[in-house]
């Protein structure tokens, strides 16, 4: 239903919007009706940007986004508008997407103003009630309500229903569960379950695996804007390959089992890839354990404080430490140090700055391959 | 002991009237212990946290006492407060990512801060620095800009300031509710880390992440609506909850290996009584699915195993008729309700908290 096709974004950046930042690099995947795919990635991972590149929000910067065949990114006026009855999107915050000086029922008035202008008060009203009960509201609860008086699952099953008044197809869900209390959370995400039964395509975008994991087919795990892992979602997290995607299921909180111990200096050659996956290259050892900072802020290590160092450097055992050091590493990979360029012993911007197409292939993500049906992984460098 | 609380109340000022947010809250947490504070937005559970370090304008303290390390915290006294501040009880305030001033860098942040204090920024700066690089942040970060630092960095940076003087009693507030998984983990590592080293005696870390608590916390303590409904050591709370409301509470949470086609998770339904005039009884009572009449008493939060506290009729009384049919279960007898142990409550408790512990 909907292709994406090595979808690439870049912000631009510095002083005067010359720079580029790369924040999603040539993602593919695609959705079928009825499917729900979770998207997951860590704040900054470029997973918000995905989702509203596909609302037609940002425009990508290249790459193509097909829904039934046809080129999203083209489509304006009267194409956008039917787009827009067939794909609709809900966000984080419930609680800042109603106006507070008007009931939350003006999401529907809108709807009707937008796209059913003939149709008769009765038949609306009607068409409202069956939208309230498929995200199980009882319509006497909800309508006629300021926003400030409903909880915030409330809020968020209400703008569901808002999408579902369309002959909506494809849902992007952006972190809906994210605010809500524990009490309220099950019931959206039961609540998903059902649309999806009745044949609507969801993406779901979350950094939360465990409701990834509940509620997801096919799991598409983003890093840097990059895929590092993707496939069913039993075979994802059942047997996890990348290492980004093990340190990942590690550091999630659960109930019955303490976090495990994770060596984060693990690569995943010395893992014993299941399937045999001789194309997974080996990977450069260093880096995880050391301190990427010291590397990135070289001026300090000048410092007079750089014995000191040495000394914390006992204390530096701790997972925590190096959770640190596993995230900050290579965070600005590719594009960033080959715009520089050493002159003088002194690294100095390059006179002529890289275009948005050179940024745009300096930045291609490693390639990904399958390690078993319907389990794809990237090359770790 | 190093801090208790003795039927703290505070309470709102509201046009409406005074809204009890913390009503008749006893509990004590010993030297190095790690005590989670849980429930829902709205139980009171922030407002517990805060009032023990600065009771702000809108915020009135209607009742109760508080002890620090033998000595009277006097939290009702802005002005008396002020020598504890830092010193002896220190907080990692709610959105703790944004806490820090956008338009300082962290060290001068610092630096004023001690100075607040009539300290120096230059006497503590070694150790300050020391800490800097035990949490993973970079060593120039005293003179970087909250912006030049990512979500997880500032978290971590404000624990390191909130720390500095070593506080007795450190309470974090939702220290990891904004951030994703690996910064979870490593900030939570961190909170039992600083209690093992020492610079921190005990914590109170408040959330509504469950399984978190799980992970850092020694005793929780489960908040609903302004009252304490239970408290027990972590194991026990995760896998023997007596109150219907940390049983539902946990039994909704979807863990990593659950899907929707082999076990369909439930919420609680309903939502929270408001505090303006809250109902008499057991204030979880509507949403209960074992509320029977004794509920409309107001339930005294006892004692009913050794270190289990609990302020439920019924769970008193499974207790009770528990006690007597296992025999070795040496427990406090409850102080009132031991008389209608009703036989059939028993096992559907039982089966219901089996189901939430599969």
């Not at chain 2, 509320?291 to 339930?299: G, H, I, L, R, S």
Request: net charge neutral.
């Amino acid at each position: 239903m909907l292709e994406l096709d090595k979808v690439s974004k870049l912000y631009r950046s510095g002083t005067f919007g010359g720079d580029f930042k790369p924040a999603l690099r040539q993602v593919s995947f695609d959705i079928d009706r009825g499917e729900v795919v979770s998207l997951i990635g860590e704040s900054g991972s470029g997973k918000s940007t995905l989702g509203k590149i596909v609302l037609h929000l940002v425009p990508a910067s290249g790459g193509r986004v097909s829904f039934e065949g046809a080129d999203v990114m083209q489509k304006k006026g009267r194409e956008l508008h039917e787009y827009y009855r067939q794909v609709q999107g809900v966000f984080q915050d419930p609680f800042s997407s109603y106006n507070p000086l008007y009931k939350a029922d003006r999401v529907f008035e809108m709807v009707r103003q937008e796209y059913f202008r003939d149709m008769a008060k009765d038949a609306w009203q009607a068409k409202v009630e069956t939208a309230l009960e498929t995200v199980t509201l009882n319509p006497a609860d909800v309508l006629n309500k300021f926003p400030h008086q409903l909880s915030g699952g409330q809020q968020q099953r209400l703008l569901v229903a808002r999408a579902l008044l369309l002959d909506v197809r494809l849902l992007i869900a952006d972190e809906i569960i994210s605010m809500l209390d524990a009490s309220t959370r099950v019931d959206v995400l039961n609540m998903l379950v059902s649309l999806k039964r009745r044949g609507l395509g969801i993406l779901f975008i979350t950094h939360d695996l465990s409701l990834g994991n509940y509620i997801s087919d096919k799991t598409v795990i983003l890093r840097h804007g990059a895929v590092v892992e993707m496939g069913e979602t039993q075979k994802v997290f059942g047997n996890p390959q990348h290492r980004y995607t093990k340190s990942l299921l590690t550091a999630v909180p659960q109930l019955h089992k303490k976090w495990a111990p994770f060596d984060w200096s693990v690569n995943a050659s010395a893992v014993p890839a299941s399937n045999g996956s001789p194309t997974l290259a080996p990977s450069t050892p260093p880096g995880a354990g050391q301190p990427a900072e010291a590397k990135r802020y070289s001026k300090s290590s000048l410092s007079p404080l750089h014995g000191a160092k040495e000394e914390v450097g006992a204390a530096r055992g701790t997972h925590a430490v190096r959770a640190g050091a596993v995230l900050a590493e290579d965070a600005p990979s590719g594009p960033r140090p080959s715009l520089m360029e050493m002159e003088g012993g002194r690294w100095q911007r390059r006179r002529r700055r890289a275009t948005l197409t050179e940024v745009l292939a300096e930045s291609a993500p490693p390639p990904l391959v399958e390690c078993e049906p319907g389990h794809l992984v990237a090359i770790e460098k | 002991m190093s801090l208790s609380v003795e039927n703290l109340r505070i309470a709102y000022r509201t046009l409406r009237g005074d809204v009890q947010a913390v009503d008749g809250v006893t509990f004590a947490v010993a030297d190095r212990e790690i005590m989670g504070l849980a429930g829902e937005s709205g139980c009171g559970k922030s407002t517990l946290g805060n009032s023990l370090i600065f009771i702000e304008g809108r915020m009135k303290h209607v009742g109760g006492t508080v002890e620090l390390d033998g000595k009277a915290l006097p939290i009702s006294d802005d002005r008396a407060m002020n020598h504890h501040r830092m010193r002896d009880v220190s907080i990692i305030p709610q959105y703790a990512m944004s806490a820090l001033n956008p338009t300082k860098k962290v060290g001068t942040l610092a630096h004023d801060l001690l100075k607040s204090r009539g300290m120096k920024l230059a006497k503590v700066l070694p150790e300050f620095r020391r800490r800097v690089a035990l949490v993973g942040l970079p060593e120039n970060v005293l003179e970087m800009y909250p912006f030049e630092l990512s979500g997880g960095m500032r978290q971590r940076a404000t624990m390191v300031i909130s720390t500095l003087l070593n506080p007795s009693l450190l309470i974090a507030d939702e220290v990891t509710s904004a951030l994703d998984v690996s910064n979870q983990r490593a900030v939570g590592e961190l909170l039992t880390e600083f209690r093992d080293l020492g610079y921190v005696k005990s914590m109170i870390v408040i959330t509504h992440d469950l399984s978190i608590l799980a992970q850092i916390a020694d005793t929780i303590m489960v908040m609903y609506a302004g009252k304490l409904t239970e408290k027990a050591s972590a194991s026990t709370m995760i896998d023997k909850p007596l109150h219907p409301y940390t049983q539902a509470l946990l039994s909704s949470l979807p863990e990593v290996g659950v899907r929707y086609e082999d076990r369909e998770l439930t919420g609680i339904p309903g939502r929270p009584p408001s505090l303006l005039s809250p109902p008499p009884g057991c204030r979880f009572r509507e949403r209960c699915p074992f509320a029977y009449d004794k509920c409309v008493e107001d339930p005294p939060f006892m004692e009913l195993l050794p270190g289990h506290q609990v302020a439920c009729w019924k769970a008193a009384d499974d207790v009770a008729g528990g006690a007597g049919r296992e025999h070795n279960e040496a427990s406090a007898t409850p102080s009132g309700g031991a008389g209608d142990a009703s036989p059939e409550r028993g096992p559907s408790l039982g089966a219901r908290a089996g189901k939430g512990a599969e």
